[in-house]
């Protein structure tokens, strides 16, 4: 279960929600159905049932919280002894000056060393881990001109300010004795490659 880190009293929030199988992955195929408690003053989610659509992950945008403090939100699905508490949630009075995300900005797909899809690596972290922001980190050496205008296309499409925040980027690679890779990142679209 993730909520933000940061919520303010009055104003809706999230709580993020993941079935997962004994090694820690998605259990794409859970139907349960959840239901959530709060030790504090919170208006939470109703009551639901996963479908095939949420594979595994389900965010709910309903969360409000009447009172300050740090705060939990607690999960169980009854029928099938599931049960987890979120990370906690600091409630404030009024919006904090900053506020504390979570992301990951060095990934990389079956394009170059990893494994999977554009579409999927931004829909799992989006999704299945609940962050705030990612970036693609492919090194540039592996990186095709197909390949980075697809890139480009996934982080349009998962770009969603307020909600769910993409980088573009690649790693730089400097393939010499001395070694050194560096992480590009930009804040603007359509911006090239420097090998």
Not at 122 to 128: K, P, Q, T, V
């Amino acid at each position: 279960v993730f909520v933000p880190s940061d919520a303010v009293v009055g104003e809706a929030a999230w709580v993020s929600v993941k079935a997962e199988d004994r090694w820690g992955n998605p259990a794409t195929a859970y139907r349960g159905t959840v239901g959530f408690e709060s030790g504090g003053d919170a208006a939470l989610p109703p009551v639901y049932t996963f479908t095939e659509e949420d594979a595994g992950a389900h965010r709910f945008k309903t969360l409000t919280f009447s009172r300050p403090g740090p705060q939990w939100v607690n999960v169980k699905d009854k029928r099938e002894g599931l049960a987890a508490t979120s990370n906690a949630i600091v409630v404030h009075e009024r919006g904090p000056e900053l506020k504390l995300y979570w992301g990951d900005l060095h990934g990389q797909t079956e394009s170059t060393v990893g494994t999977g899809t554009l579409d999927q690596y931004f829909r799992y972290a989006r999704d299945a881990s609940a962050l705030d922001f990612a970036s693609h980190a492919a090194n540039d050496f592996q990186i095709t001109k197909e390949h980075y205008r697809d890139t480009q296309r996934a982080v349009k499409e998962f770009h969603a300010p307020g909600e769910f925040i993409t980088f573009l980027g690649y790693e730089w690679s400097g393939n010499t004795p001395a070694g050194g890779d560096h992480n590009v990142y930009f804040l603007d679209d359509g911006q090239p490659i420097h090998r």
